[in-house]
């Protein structure tokens, strides 16, 4: 089981530095994670969000390929309904290449209006789409209709789905599921099932709500700001172009209410104990290969991340089975 880390380089105004240094600092903090023996670095694709959220992760996944020697270099997600797939097989075999083999390819179907209206693509029939395409990569990589191939021979292919379709997609399609859910895992299963695979090839990972810290509270005065812009954005933004109005915005005491009933983007600010507590419960008796946490939460302090990074890669390895 890996112990990651994932990027989207969100740089709100309110903490704004300037593009290219935003994007250096970033490439900085993956070649610390390699050195400290991450066992995954993750980025992850939006559009048109304010503070700039990455757009091309495997653009930027190449970048970090040739700056590292070690770690999974993964996308959780890419959108392959906005993209043509021979495009995707071939960026994606340039980074396997480049990192020599270290790619992990996420792949989801997204759930904002405004990136699929920018790429002229139809948001209804999404989820036919993202199957579609994701068929069609790993055709193109069997039956070598790209040059160059990547390294690995696939390399490995994650659905990136929370829901019961999106479950049973990856498994027909025969790739991992990039969420953690014993509803899902059963789903998974079927899926897998009906795809004509063998069950015990099951496979799971997930981005965890978790952020790592030797003084929680300390750490929360100082997240929290940037925790309530991270949650508000992705809840405006799931509800732009459609005729859905949201609820209020939330505040740092909403945030902190352990009683909310919606925990959707919410997250916890653990000591690596408490968290390797809690990973063991969420993950016991599933086939888990992946564990990725947040590196940093719209543009957080330097300092916070810097300790984020050392916890996850060095104490909680530690901890867990």
């Known amino acids: 089981m890996d112990v990651g880390l994932l990027f989207d380089l969100r740089n709100p105004d309110q903490w704004h530095r300037p593009w290219a240094d935003h994007y250096a600092r970033t490439l900085e903090f993956c070649e610390e994670a390699d050195r400290r023996g991450a066992g995954g670095l993750w980025f992850t694709e939006h559009h048109r969000f304010e503070d700039g959220y990455l757009p091309q992760p495997l653009t930027f996944a190449a970048a970090v390929a040739a700056r590292t020697r070690h770690t999974r270099i993964g996308t959780s997600v890419v959108l392959p309904a906005l993209h043509h797939p021979v495009d995707i097989a071939e960026q994606a075999a340039i980074v396997d290449l480049l990192s020599g083999g270290r790619l992990e390819l996420g792949l989801g179907a997204g759930y904002r209006v405004p990136e699929y209206a920018l ?26 209709e790209i040059t160059p191939l990547p390294i690995q021979d696939p390399p490995p292919v994650w659905g990136g789905f929370y829901g019961p379709r999106g479950a049973r997609l990856a498994g027909r399609l025969g790739v991992g599921l990039l969420h953690i859910s014993r509803e899902r895992f059963g789903q998974y299963r079927e899926g897998l099932v009906e795809g004509g695979h063998d069950p015990e ?28 812009h991270q949650v508000n954005s992705y809840r405006q933004g799931a509800l732009q ?16 209410d352990p009683d909310a009933e919606d925990r959707r983007g919410l997250l916890d600010i653990l000591t690596p104990e408490d968290a390797a507590v809690r990973i063991k419960e969420l993950t016991a008796g599933l086939p888990v290969k992946h564990l990725i946490f947040w590196a940093s939460i719209a543009g957080m302090p330097d300092d916070l991340v810097a300790e984020n990074l050392e916890l996850v890669t060095e104490q909680l390895p530690r901890l867990l089975p």
């Open 119 to 144: 790429f002229d693509a139809d948001f209804g029939h999404r989820f036919a789409r993202t199957e579609e395409r994701m068929r069609e990569i790993l055709r193109l990589w069997r039956e070598r």
């Open 201 to 228: 090839t099951a496979r799971v990972s997930d981005l965890l709500p978790i952020l790592l810290s030797r003084d929680p509270e300390a750490a929360w005065h100082r997240i929290g700001p940037h925790l309530v």
């Open 241 to 256: 172009g459609t005729a859905f109005e949201g609820p209020p915005p939330l505040t740092l005491e909403d945030l902190r």
